[in-house]
């Protein structure tokens, strides 16, 4: 699911040194804002269970195996409902595996 490596400043504040790294991670790209999912086989839709989620997220996939690229690029793929903590993918009924990478902002 989630890739939380990566330090969250107490809300509080935090030492210079703890602001001075996340900052830097923030530059390098690291926002821990990304994730896997595997598409249901034999099913229309997919729920995601994801803390970061939200009804106002936007959620973009990358593809990692040519079926999984089918399915996006096929215009068979798309979020069909988000909510707190999750959000749900409809796409096609078949029994290929298909999994994608996602990062969620917002």
């Known amino acids: 699911m989630a890739n939380f490596n990566f330090r969250k400043l107490p809300f509080m504040g ?20 990304t994730g896997t999912v595997t598409l249901t086989n034999s099913a229309t839709s997919t729920v995601v269970s994801d803390l970061r989620a939200s009804a106002d997220s936007v959620i973009i996939f990358m593809p990692k195996s040519s079926a999984s690229a089918t399915e996006l690029y096929g215009g068979t793929m798309y979020v069909s409902a988000q909510a707190k903590q999750t959000f749900t993918i409809t796409h096609a009924n078949n029994s290929n595996t298909r999994l994608f990478s996602y990062i969620i902002l917002g």
């Open 14 to 33: 935090g030492t210079a040194r703890q602001i001075s790294e996340v900052v830097n991670n923030l530059v390098e790209g690291k926002i821990n804002a």
